[in-house]
């Protein structure tokens, strides 16, 4: 199994990375920190890891030749590549933080979207899965350019199954809830700043809007997302999965 991941050098990207090459399959991955894809090289030997910023077509364009070189073709494409963006009311975001976070989370995805359609219409199959995430499915205050581009993110799951579904190809969104880590510690922390509350409150606001009062890991979502690529999802395509505990409620 021929398997790229973005935004695979840290989180959840090297979770998956980490469990597909358990399973044998060949990993290319690719992170905007070249710290972080350092270490991953490291801890995956024979992994393509690269250092890449998804919002820059010159830049992917590269990456994905490379793997495509190297490969010929591929079988699952997971664009994670995600940001949390800037916090805050609407109208006291700044505009080019607002086309940062949307870069990453929409263009990035298009991007590789775009790439794996081609390779796999041609060739017949493929899956892809998109991270988006509950906050694509409920909103969540303060966080306006995150839920706009991850709710951008469903429709575009939605679409490309219409689209690549004749070619046998299948296509897939996870909808992580809060995930343990440390970018959730760095979502808190803002959050929290720009509601002028305390930490520990807005950690235990997620905790409570959820039923299995819980957060999630990143190997719960490892589990999904193999699943997904596995011959026993052979029928499912154009769904939108969460994956975190059954979420009640955003609202603060």
């Known amino acids: 199994m021929r398997v790229l991941i973005t935004g695979g050098g840290s989180g959840i ?10 399973e044998g399959a060949q990993v290319a991955l690719c992170d905007a ?16 890891a690269r250092t890449c910023d998804v ?3 010159a830049q992917m364009d590269a990456f994905l030749a490379e793997v495509e070189t190297a490969w010929g073709g591929i079988d699952v494409v997971c664009a994670n590549a995600g940001t949390g963006g800037p916090a805050g009311r609407i109208e006291d975001l700044d505009y080019q933080a607002w086309q940062d976070c949307v870069a990453v989370n929409l263009h990035g995805a298009f991007l590789t979207c775009r790439w794996a359609a081609r390779l796999m219409r ?36 939605k679409t490309l199954a219409m689209e690549l579904g004749p ?33 520990a409150d807005v950690r235990a606001q997620y905790v409570s ?23 026993a999802a052979s029928k499912i395509s154009g769904q939108i999965l969460a994956i975190d505990g059954h979420t009640e409620t955003n609202a603060p």
């Open 209 to 231: 809007g959820v039923s299995m009062r819980t957060w999630v890991t990143a190997d719960d979502l490892a589990d999904t997302v193999l699943f997904l690529a596995s011959p």
């Open 33 to 48: 920190d070249p710290k972080a894809v350092e270490s991953a090289a490291a801890a995956l030997p024979g992994a393509i």
């Open 167 to 199: 070619a046998g190809v299948r296509v897939n969104a996870i909808c992580p809830g809060a995930v343990e880590g440390d970018r959730m510690d760095r979502v808190v922390a803002m959050e929290a700043a720009a509601a002028g509350r305390d930490e």
């Open 55 to 57: 919002t820059d077509a």
């Open 122 to 157: 041609a060739q017949g199959s493929g899956c892809i899965i998109i991270t988006s995430s509950t906050s694509g499915q409920w909103g969540h205050p303060l966080r306006s350019p995150y839920c706009a581009s991850k709710w951008a993110l469903v429709g575009l799951t």
């Open 13 to 22: 990207g090297l979770t998956l990375a980490r469990r597909f090459s358990a």
